[in-house]
């Protein structure tokens, strides 16, 4: 069976440029051990990324040695439920594709909160960068 978005349709793949998911594929999908919790594809602020800094998850600074490029305000990436959680909480979560976002994540964040910062893409992702 194929995964599913949090809106119940086939999930649809968050970003290719940089190339995102746990298997960077492009989507956020759930690996088979259950390990990884990349399921919200997020599209990134400044705010947001300040705030993983702070909280000791750079996003910001390429890691080759894990296929990363480094993320800057407009990017789309699967990140992990419980960080996206915490920055919600900390009032600096980035903004959701909804169809993009694994159904798995509504184990741990709730489908309101998702859909309050739920977003289409800009077309000038720059914007993001306030």
């Given at each position: 069976?194929?995964?599913r978005n949090v809106?119940?349709?086939?999930?649809?793949?968050?970003?290719?440029?940089?190339?995102?998911?746990?298997f960077?594929?492009?989507?956020c999908?759930v690996?088979?051990d259950?390990?990884?919790?990349?399921?919200?594809?997020?599209?990134?602020t400044?705010?947001?990324?300040?705030?993983?800094?702070?909280?000791?998850?750079?996003?910001?600074t390429?890691?080759?040695e894990f296929?990363?490029?480094?993320?800057?305000?407009?990017?789309?990436?699967?990140?992990t439920a419980?960080n996206w959680?915490?920055a919600?909480?900390?009032?600096?979560a980035?903004?959701?594709?909804?169809?993009?976002?694994?159904?798995?994540?509504l184990e741990i964040?709730?489908?309101?909160a998702?859909t309050?910062?739920?977003v289409?893409?800009?077309?000038?992702?720059?914007?993001?960068?306030?």
């Amino acid at each position: 069976m194929s995964e599913r978005n949090v809106l119940g349709g086939p999930l649809d793949p968050c970003g290719e440029d940089p190339i995102t998911g746990f298997f960077r594929d492009g989507c956020c999908r759930v690996d088979p051990d259950g390990f990884s919790t990349h399921l919200i594809c997020a599209v990134v602020t400044a705010e947001f990324l300040e705030h993983q800094q702070q909280i000791g998850n750079d996003l910001s600074t390429p890691r080759p040695e894990f296929d990363f490029p480094g993320l800057v305000p407009g990017d789309r990436w699967c990140v992990t439920a419980p960080n996206w959680l915490r920055a919600y909480e900390d009032g600096a979560a980035s903004f959701v594709v909804l169809a993009s976002t694994n159904q798995r994540a509504l184990e741990i964040v709730s489908i309101d909160a998702l859909t309050e910062h739920a977003v289409d893409v800009p077309s000038d992702p720059g914007s993001l960068s306030g």
